[in-house]
């Protein structure tokens, strides 16, 4: 991955999902050259999970950044607790739980969890530009 990024989106506190997704639309708006549609709907799909598992499983609060780079989109979501996220067989019965960190390694890149410099932890994605 190239390191130089296109455009950086500064962190930012994620008070809601869907203001993540707006913010993420916006960014992925301001983008020269643009994402394709699908890029960019995978990219907002992917904010939504990580935001909504951070405020439901992190401590309820975090941030999140956004940085385009040649070759993909990194999302990184920061969250107070450094439990990491765990990969669950997917509720079948009723289909509403465990998807998320599957679909998430499905459609990345790659993915990482790294432990914050005074506690929390980083979610990061790399996802296709």
């Not at 607790?81 to 067989?89: A, L």
Request: hydrophobic residues 40%.
């Amino acid at each position: 991955m190239d390191t130089m990024s296109a455009y950086t989106e500064t962190t930012h506190p994620a008070v809601s999902v869907a203001g993540a997704r707006q913010s993420a639309r916006d960014f992925l708006g301001a983008l020269v050259p643009p994402t394709t549609a699908e890029a960019a709907d995978t990219v907002v799909l992917i904010v939504s999970e990580l935001v909504t598992n951070a405020l439901l499983h992190g401590g309820g609060t975090c941030a999140v950044e956004l940085t385009a780079h040649v070759d993909g989109i990194e999302v990184a979501v920061h969250d107070p607790s450094p439990r990491p996220p765990r990969m669950r067989t997917p509720d079948l019965t009723d289909g509403t739980r465990d998807f998320g960190w599957p679909m998430v390694n499905h459609l990345a890149h790659t993915t990482a969890v790294t432990p914050g410099p005074i506690g929390g932890k980083t979610v990061s994605a790399l996802l296709p530009r």
